[in-house]
């Protein structure tokens, strides 16, 4: 089929489209660059944006920040920390004023450059809760104040499970239990899935050696064909029974035991996780200014009483719990019960060099589970 | 090739060639940017190393060695396996609807269509989140069921694979009727009274006629449920109980989860060569399974028209 | 054999097969009932559940009570709005822009003379299906960060249009594949060049088609999950991500309204469309056109 006698070629024509996304590219590269301003603001500008967890700021606060200083925050929302830092390492990252990273990733992103280093003189932290500062995740808080926190446990039907679960161990021995195998709901964050592994042979999930971390492979695929779910967490599910143990937070254990008062929740031995949510400045924030006003008022006592009752995690105030409202049910268990010893538990920090080897077992585990 | 009307039938040829090779310029160009560069980039970093987040480039086959090994082999077998029976299941399910909407609806035809499409216009994620409410033990469909005494005990379904493919056939129903409806409508009557004036049996008529014209709806149908049905995501989570890893599911905790974009890319270059070998030796099994036998795509071969 | 294939099919059986016609036609019927029952029942649950008054602010699987307030959030609470906003727009954008490529690409892959040019179109075609929404939205992602081009609303609906593109040229190509190319050979051989083809024998022929894929391409785009999460920006915030967060960490029935609110729009903007389009049929018709 010969084409030279065609006037215009088929080569032609499909060089020619070829380079057309060319052009594009030379266009878009000259055009002004992705939104990375280097220097903060010296006005307020009309605009907050906030990138943080659902549904994690209450309206009634954010309407009231919004009457006073005439502007509404732009909430974008993620839910896990790995997307936070997959954004923020990339274009999409530009723009965000104030993020909302836990305890576990702020020395990875920080460490990215892609955290401001915080002003202490312009914030006010003396009224905080001493505990939440300066731990192992962030020393000094050089880059994150705490908003709220949480604690890895376990809620349980203690019928199904025939008795109370006090440690780690207690916890893997129910979950072979005729009543209990198949009920059981455990978390999709890697690192909560192997740290009890650890812990119940006393080692520490913080540790470098890889070879601890691969040695809960065997056990934790073998527990796997006990598990029935690692979604999200569903109240509605430990209500009809469908789930009869499940890890959780203290506020997924609270909303289930509201809804099935016979549930019981515990922090198992020896350890556990404490994380803490909070509040970091994004490098480049196009408005600096406003983001620490917006981080004043979240300080000031009256919001961090309301956060806590709407989110149903502690805020960072200190003496917050003999603050509670008395109309607020099972108000000890937003502060994960009554004997927490924040002392004894352990914060995670993401470790690049361990932290596949943690997904890779937890894959493993989603894979078994499945068989 | 008939030599008369050669100065039309030519002209007519030049122009019908260059006009079909800027139309195809214009998507190709399109997806040149949009689609092909970035896949170009997953190519190179499938040999590049992996830094947390990034990639180091380079020249190394350790990703693909990776990406081979059991554990994503097995889940690849598993996702295939899931795809080809919903998507089988689906086109089953949804032949006879787009037979009736395409053949039997009369006057109604556009009533019955949208009273398959209204459903799929409503948001994906609220549709699947109501088939959790329906599914859930002491949901709606338990007590339905129960109430009907077909159900005796806790409905366990959701959280497990029998979930998964319901959720998975409700959502991709209306797009294999669609296919198969289009195709189905066009095939002209007089073949089908042909057919019956020969003497064949209404059901001989359908195996015979109906089945083999409607081929290039049934492919179509098969690979637009089965090949996204593949890269499934939300579906696996929100019904399946996260267990079980999918494919789609086992890519994106190496980009998401493991910051790994070179296993990751690894991946995904394997899966498309998988998918291409699989299309490319069913099209040879079929003979170009979407031809109705008369190769209409062949301008050039039609017959001239006399006069 | 060539007029035909532009009438509507009557369904008129021939004489001496009504009984069993009546027959398949009642099953046919059934099953096609029982299909509409399926796909509906979830929409169903979705309307009633979200007038649940749930517990302590969350959604409940079993109904708890009757409450008007998650309507009045799902239109008060600005975030739900702004995603709403930004996600009808980008979807309709998606649409129009996929809708437009597809159908090119569908009719060259089935029509293009050279045989060569449509194994490349069809494999790239298929590539465009393959591929995981999740490598899309990072490679993408990882694309726009190497070559410094700032993301917005458009690059959001840009990348939303692959997989959208696939799927419109694939419906377009199997319903062009039933035309009889001998008429746009007439065409093309009374002088009409290949867009006008395109344009005036091809697109009439391919109206339901188009209608069926624009409404695939526009959903696709609408309930597209992981592209938008990766793709969104501080300002251009998607109603998906949103609906998927409060999913993970506790939905309350106000998603649920705003899901029925947007689902009795899309319906009510689409009757409109319809009953325009068959009001302006008719009257060209009768004009004469």
């Known amino acids: 089929m010969s084409s030279s006698a065609h006037p215009v070629s088929r080569r032609a024509v499909l060089g020619a489209a070829a380079l057309a996304p060319v052009a594009a590219f030379l266009a878009a590269c000259s055009s002004p660059g992705s939104g990375s301003s280097g220097t903060a603001s010296a006005k307020l500008t009309s605009q907050l944006n906030i990138y943080t967890w659902p549904d994690y700021f209450s309206k009634d606060d954010l309407a009231a920040y919004a009457k006073k200083y005439g502007v509404t925050p732009k909430i974008s929302t993620y839910t896990d920390n790995n997307t936070l830092y997959t954004k923020l390492n990339s274009a999409a990252g530009a723009g965000y004023d104030i993020v909302v990273p836990s305890s576990s990733w702020i020395k990875q992103i920080s460490d990215k450059g892609l955290l401001e280093e915080l002003d202490h003189d312009r914030l006010n932290l003396k009224n905080l809760d001493q505990s939440l500062l300066n731990r192992n995740y962030d020393p000094g808080n050089k880059y994150s104040i705490p908003k709220d926190w949480g604690l890895l446990g376990v809620v349980y039907d203690p019928d199904a499970t025939g008795g109370e679960i006090k440690t780690w161990q207690d916890f893997f021995d129910a979950g072979a239990k005729p009543n209990v195998s198949g009920r059981i709901r455990m978390t999709s964050a890697a690192e909560e899935t192997v740290g009890p592994a650890l812990w119940i042979q006393g080692k520490d999930w913080n540790t470098k050696k890889i070879s601890d971390i691969e040695g809960t492979a065997d056990f934790l695929t073998g527990f796997a064909k006990h598990v029935k779910t690692f979604s999200a967490f569903d109240a509605n599910a430990m209500a009809s029974g469908a789930i009869v143990m499940a890890q959780a937070n203290q506020a997924y254990a609270r909303n289930a035991i509201l809804l099935n008062p016979k549930l019981k929740w515990v922090v198992p031995g020896p350890t556990s996780e404490l994380w803490v949510d909070s509040f970091s400045i994004a490098k480049g924030a196009p408005d600096i200014d406003r983001a620490y006003q917006f981080l004043e008022y979240q300080l000031t006592p009256t919001v961090q009483l309301n956060e806590t009752v709407y ?46 080897t943690f997904q890779d077992i937890q894959n493993k585990v989603q894979a078994a589970a499945g068989a | 090739m008939p030599v008369f009307c050669w100065g039309a039938a030519k002209g007519g040829r030049v122009r019908r060639n260059t006009g079909d090779h800027v139309l195809a310029a214009i998507p190709l160009a399109w997806l040149a940017v949009l689609f092909l560069v970035p896949l170009g980039f997953t190519l190179v970093y499938s040999f590049g190393t992996s830094g947390f987040g990034s990639v180091t480039l380079g020249f190394s086959l350790d990703n693909y060695a990776q990406a081979l090994g059991p554990l994503y082999l097995e889940t690849f077998l598993r996702t295939l396996a899931f795809a080809v029976g919903s998507s089988a299941a689906c086109l089953v399910f949804a032949y006879p609807i787009a037979y009736a909407i395409a053949r039997r609806s009369g006057r109604f035809k556009i009533v019955a269509f949208a009273l398959i499409l209204v459903p799929y216009l409503a948001s994906l994620l609220i549709r699947v989140m109501s088939w959790q409410i329906l599914l859930a033990q002491g949901g709606p469909l338990e007590r339905m069921l129960r109430s009907i005494g077909l159900l005796h005990s806790p409905l366990t379904i959701l959280d497990s694979i029998p979930a998964v493919v319901i959720g998975t056939i409700a959502v991709y129903l209306p797009i294999a009727v669609i296919a198969l409806a289009v195709v189905l409508d066009r095939i002209p009557p007089e073949v089908i009274e042909a057919g019956h004036d020969l003497g064949a049996s209404p059901s001989a008529t359908f195996f015979t006629v109906i089945l083999p014209l409607s081929r290039p709806g049934i492919a179509t149908a098969a690979l637009l449920t089965a090949v996204p049905m593949l890269g499934e995501l939300v579906i696996p989570v929100l019904l399946g109980g996260n267990k079980g890893l999918f494919l789609a599911q086992a890519i994106s905790a190496q980009y998401v989860q493991s910051q790994n974009y070179a296993l990751g890319s690894a991946m995904v270059v394997l899966l498309v060569i998988a998918i291409a070998v699989i299309v490319a030796l069913l099209v040879r099994l079929t003979r170009g399974f979407d031809a109705t036998g008369g190769e209409p795509g062949r301008p050039e071969r039609a017959k001239r028209v006399e006069g | 054999m060539t007029a035909p294939a532009l009438l509507r099919e009557s369904g008129h059986p021939p004489v001496g097969s009504r009984g069993p016609r009546l027959v398949t036609g009642v099953a046919l019927w059934v099953w096609f009932g029982v299909a509409v029952v399926f796909l509906f029942s979830p929409i169903v649950t979705a309307i009633a559940y979200s007038f649940n008054a749930g517990v302590a602010g969350k959604q409940t699987s079993a109904f708890t009570g009757f409450s008007w307030d998650w309507y009045s959030q799902a239109v008060s609470d600005p975030t739900i709005r702004q995603a709403t906003e930004t996600s009808l727009v980008v979807a309709f954008w998606a649409a129009v822009i996929a809708v437009l490529i597809g159908t090119i690409l569908g009719f060259e892959l089935a029509r293009n003379p050279n045989r060569t040019v449509r194994r490349l179109l069809a494999a790239l075609t298929y590539i465009l299906l393959i591929v995981p929404d999740t490598v899309l939205g990072v490679s993408l992602l990882l694309f726009y960060t190497e070559t410094r081009i700032p993301l917005s609303e458009f690059t959001l609906i840009a990348a939303l249009t692959p997989p959208a593109i696939s799927v419109v040229a694939f419906v377009i190509r199997a319903r062009v594949l039933t035309l009889d190319p001998q008429i746009e050979d007439a065409a093309s051989d009374l002088g009409a060049s290949r867009l006008a083809t395109l344009r005036l024998v091809v697109l009439p022929q391919l109206g339901p088609a188009i209608a069926a894929a624009a409404i695939i391409a526009y959903t696709f785009a609408f309930d597209n999950v992981v592209i938008a999460n990766f793709l969104s920006t501080p300002t251009v915030n998607v109603l998906t991500v949103y609906l998927y967060g409060t999913l993970q960490y506790g939905a309350t029935p106000a998603v649920y309204a705003t899901a029925t609110l947007i689902f009795a729009a899309t319906i009510v903007v689409l009757a409109l469309a319809a009953l325009l389009l068959r009001t302006t049929v008719r009257f060209r018709a009768r004009r004469g056109d």
């Open chain 1, 311 to 356: 989110l149903g995690y502690p805020a960072s105030l200190k003496g917050l719990k003999s603050k509670m409202p008395s109309n607020v049910k099972q108000a000890d268990l937003i502060f994960g019960g009554p004997n927490v010893d924040l002392g004894k538990l352990t914060s995670f920090v993401v470790n690049p060099d361990t932290y596949p």
